[in-house]
């Protein structure tokens, strides 16, 4: 007889809202995680600027992804749209027994003159220094409309849904790579994550699992697009099109990673089962730990799953469809640089160690190839959603074979902690 899956055992529903797509996704508990349900819905193009639209467009599709995938549950976990979440580093004089959030968003409301009370900010203290004998706390703050908050709380409740926790894009990729620097020693290791979507670019930089920095630039997929739609005289979905069947020509999409399941877990057991016989206690994972397998695949030096493969720099031209769109991806590049030097700023020159690459337009490989090119540090491609394979050719993968680093926030979410 085949039990269904209780609800307990799975992952709240995590729903990565984009400016192109919403993706959704469910894994289930244990170890090793694998995914239980994915869905993924595109934003028509004639709706993406219009947000009254993009409700209902939500309100009307999500209900019926949630059926027909097979999604279990009703507590969901969000990431709103990026445009409507205001990431920004805050300088706050330091106040004996202050509530930092608080002292946060009373000054981020002062700055965008807001009526108080009318954000809900969030603030994280990331170091401190001093100025003119004053004592500051520099913290990492996100605020959002607290009317925009609660229209995803009711439009969840109107699918009789529950939200249980509401987390930012650039919190919930740093959170999808979480399992692989839990050692004391990844806190040295300075990453940035940079998720190239087609609204635009999401920033963030770590010590190891704790976010420092992050920054989103309304410079994408979307400003390419307009590029060769103007020099082709073509509409906006047309050069689209002619921009992604013409780069998966020039660099196919890399191959997933996704490590296979079935072999690596009957070679654990085996393990298990040899030590038992000799009277040793096997290596088990506790608590919210990874398996012990991928321990012991980075102890050995290969690579994780989570990284497709390594991004070498280039110096050739960007072209996009016969279109040179470099001095756009120069921009892109300087902001990149600009946040760069602000974290060495901060924390005593401090350097990136590696950068990884996410997002649906980390997919162009000259495109990631002329970033990493600019920052000169070592580069790489995530995958974060082969962590949850049963391989690479499973068919629940969004696009079995290949890497799919554009999943990353919904990744992060469905291990991002939870409200209630």
Known sequence: MRFSMLPSQLSPI????????????????????????LAELEIPETIRGDLEKRFDFLAQEI??????????????????????VLVQPVQIERVNGGDESALAAAQLESQLECIPGSLVVRAREIAQGSRDGRIFTESLCWAMAREDSMRYVDLFKSMRCRLVGMHPQVCAMVNAFSHLNRRASDSTVCTMYVDLGWGGMKISVAHGNEMVFAKQVQIGGRQLDGLVAESSGCDMVTARMRRVNEGMVASPAPASTARDRSVATEGLAMLR?????????ALEPTGNDTPAMVETDRRR?????????TVEGACDKMLVAGVDCSELVESMADELTMCARYHGSLFGGQRIDRVVFLGGESRST??????????????????????????PFDQKLPDPGNAAPGWAAACGLCTSPVDF
Do not use: Y
């Not at 030096?301 to 493969?309: K, R, T």
């Open 14 to 37: 995590a729903i990565d809202i984009g400016t192109a797509s919403v993706k959704m996704l469910q894994i289930t508990g244990g170890e090793p995680p694998v995914i239980h349900a």
């Open 63 to 84: 209900p019926g992804a949630i059926r027909a995938h097979d999604f279990k549950g009703r507590r969901v976990i969000c990431a709103p749209l990026a445009s409507q």
């Open 273 to 281: 089962a040899g030590m038992g016989q000799a009277g040793e206690s």
């Open 301 to 309: 030096g290969s690579a994780p799953s989570e990284f497709a493969g």
């Open 366 to 391: 000259m495109l990631c190839r002329r970033l990493a090119e600019s920052l000169n540090v070592p580069a790489q491609l995530g995958d974060p959603i082969a962590r949850f394979a049963e391989g």
